[in-house]
């Protein structure tokens, strides 16, 4: 204990010194904190579309207006899990403070959100209330936010009515949700559907053959339909943010040997000037462990400052980042987390080298 805190009070002892140590571990910790918040929101927003299960999920479309009984097809076909109607058209336009923006608009309705994996980055999604009402509110993908820079409150034009913006969802292209009543009012346009399987459902084989029954059953062309597993392999979107985030990360690590160097140049040279502490130390009976005990509660302090200073960092870029409508972050505790486990890994090996030069030097008079 008396170690402990001694090691706490020689952090506020050394200002300047440690001061240093907190600014280089900072900005070494930002770094990998940022690529964990970035990659986070990367991942999101591929496996953000029309499901939260891409590899169960396929899409029912057409050019002419459906309207298929879901409650009736997943009854005939027990191998569905969800079934969801929505409606969309993708020739609209949302202005804000005179930026004109081309949309693709949708329309659910209640619940849906449970399928769909529209996750929220800054507001939250409809309630029931709000479905059910006949306000004109909306949500708008985190892409088309970042051209248009609003935030949840603000007034948007759709169309040629005005809207309020209750909510910015994850998603990589310029799309805007509304309630499903809503979007009828307001567009001619056809309906469509999402299909969720069951995971015992061979999708490939049984479930395509479940969608042409269906298709063919409401006179549609069995050719209108897209398993939304197929569309990632086409795409390579998957491929592409994994390899994205492999670069981030690889980046992320030179800058945090960088300021790991910079960082044990510091400490040692702190040591060099400690030294004839360390020797009174040793010649009263300090041990090893009580040295490395005294060094590494310093070390931690010093990161979990800077780790602190980190997420403060990122947390006012999430709040304030909006309103110049760039890239946002998603801090959340993961991030943290690791940042903190990297920072503390480095942390035990600083304090181990520190060490063993303290007690390599042991018989220097």
Not at 24 to 49: D, Q, Y
Not at 239 to 263: D, E, G, P, T
Request: hydrophobic content about 45%; aromatic content about 12%; proline content about 2%.
């Amino acid at each position: 204990m008396y170690t402990f805190i001694s090691a706490l009070k020689s952090v506020f002892r050394n200002k300047f010194i440690n001061l240093t140590v907190i600014i280089s571990l900072s900005l070494g910790l930002l770094f990998p904190m940022l690529v964990f918040c970035i990659g986070n929101i990367v991942i999101k927003e591929v496996w953000a579309g029309v499901a939260t299960y891409p590899e169960r999920t396929a899409g029912i479309f057409s050019n002419t207006e459906i309207r298929i009984d879901t409650k009736k097809a997943m009854n005939d076909h027990p191998q569905i899990d969800v079934m969801v109607e929505g409606t969309f058209t993708d020739h609209d336009y949302i202005v804000s403070e005179n930026k004109i923006v081309k949309t693709e608009t949708v329309g659910y309705k209640a619940g849906d959100d449970k399928m769909t994996g529209y996750e929220m980055l800054y507001g939250k999604y409809f309630t029931e209330s709000e479905f059910n009402g006949s306000d004109n509110i909306c949500l708008i993908s985190s892409e088309l936010q970042k051209e248009l820079g609003c935030l949840p409150g603000d007034t948007v034009i759709l169309g040629k009515e005005e809207f309020i913006l209750k909510g910015v969802y994850i998603r990589k292209d310029k799309s805007v949700i509304m309630p499903l009543d809503t979007f009828s009012r307001k567009y001619e346009t056809f309906y469509s559907y999402h299909v969720l399987f069951k995971e015992n459902c061979n999708v490939k084989n049984e479930g395509v053959e479940i969608i042409k029954e269906l298709l063919e059953e409401y006179g549609l062309n069995t050719e209108n339909y897209m398993l939304l597993s197929d569309y990632y392999e086409e795409h390579n979107d998957l491929k592409n943010a994994y390899f994205a985030i492999a670069i981030m990360l690889a980046i992320a690590s030179v800058v945090l040997i960088y300021a790991a160097l910079n960082i044990s140049n510091i400490m040692v040279n702190k040591i060099n000037n400690d030294m004839k502490t360390y020797k009174i130390r040793m010649q009263l009976g300090a041990a090893k462990g009580n040295i490395f005990g005294f060094l590494w509660t310093q070390l931690f302090a010093l990161m979990l400052i800077a780790v602190a200073m980190d997420a403060l960092i990122i947390f006012l870029l999430k709040t304030f980042m909006p309103f110049f409508a760039v890239f946002p972050f998603d801090l959340d505790f993961t991030a943290v987390l690791l940042t903190t486990l990297i920072g503390t890994a480095y942390v035990l090996i600083l304090s181990s080298a520190l060490v063993k030069r303290v007690f390599g030097k042991r018989r220097v008079v």
